[in-house]
């Protein structure tokens, strides 16, 4: 599918400016609430600021969040496709968690550094015994009780189609005994049709999917979460095919027109009751 038309969507050349100022702002404000307070307060606090810094993120791309689908199983290893950087703010909007990311980002400005103090577990490709590593990371993040996500495809893609799972990146979980929860991601317009300015796939810089997201006036991030997997049930890949199947049905309904069928949007914030502690 083509990205949205320039003509209908963009944005004028002031407001893009605000955006990014905003943006900007907000991730001084991030840095400092990471380098000045974390030290100080329980991993639960530190969580609920990563989610309500993550969600006044996507308010200044002016990104609106729809969560659909059921609640998150807690300490749970969360499996999605993968599209665009902005992808890790919308889970962590919904779900706090620890990520496993391309060690790239690590160098990237201001965002690798608070990835790296995000509980961010980094993997390095090419390097032997990388892979047992971050294995053994994410099953002692997962032991501790701890929401992690992991983005099975390997890299991002345009949004339209899920590639192809690689199954030793749930294996933690199985090893772990804890539930594999599958999400689907979608980027839409208002209208709900297909919008590709988040894709940060193919050639396209950070800066040029930037540059993209503030263009438009406004943003639909979709997280359709559905029922957990339970670690026992199968093999990696017998898991991993599952949760590919479940997910690439939901992006391909998102894109129909259907958001899920009868499944009802829900809101990403905490309930009152469950402050101190992640969603779900």
Not at 19 to 29: C, E, P, T, W
Not at 50 to 70: C, E, F, S
Not at 149 to 167: L, S, W
Not at 213 to 224: C, D
Request: net charge positive; aromatic share 6%; charged share 20%.
């Amino acid at each position: 599918m083509p990205r949205a038309s320039a003509s209908a969507t963009a944005t004028s050349r002031p407001l893009r400016i605000w955006r990014l100022a905003r943006v900007g702002m907000h991730l001084l404000q991030g840095a400092a609430t990471v380098a000045l307070v974390f030290p100080l307060i329980a991993p639960a606090r530190r969580r609920r600021l990563k989610q309500r810094w993550a969600a006044g993120l996507l308010r200044a791309l002016n990104i609106r969040l729809q969560a659909r689908g059921v609640q998150i199983a807690p300490g749970c290893l969360l499996v999605a496709n993968h599209i665009s950087w902005v992808d890790i703010f919308v889970i962590n909007a919904v779900a706090p968690s620890a990520f496993v990311s391309k060690d790239d980002v690590r160098a990237w400005p201001l965002i690798g550094w608070l990835a790296e103090r995000n509980d961010t577990i980094f993997l390095r490709r090419g390097h032997r015994r990388e892979a047992h590593r971050v294995s053994e990371a994410v099953g002692e993040a997962l032991a501790s009780g701890q929401t992690v996500a992991v983005f099975p495809e390997g890299t991002t893609t345009e949004g339209h189609g899920v590639r192809h799972f690689h199954a030793a990146l749930l294996q933690p979980a199985i090893d772990a005994g804890q539930p594999i929860q599958p999400m689907a991601l979608c980027y839409c317009l208002p209208d709900g049709t297909y919008c590709g300015a988040p894709a940060y796939a193919g050639e396209t810089s950070f800066g040029e999917s930037l540059r993209a997201i503030l263009g438009q006036r406004e943003i639909t991030a979709v997280l359709h979460a559905m029922p957990p997997l339970p670690a026992g049930i199968g093999t990696r890949r017998e898991l991993a095919d599952a949760a590919h199947r479940r997910i690439a049905a939901q992006v391909r309904a998102s894109y129909a027109g259907s958001g899920g069928g009868a499944a009802e949007e829900r809101s990403h914030e905490p309930a009152p009751a469950e402050a101190g502690v992640q969603p779900g």
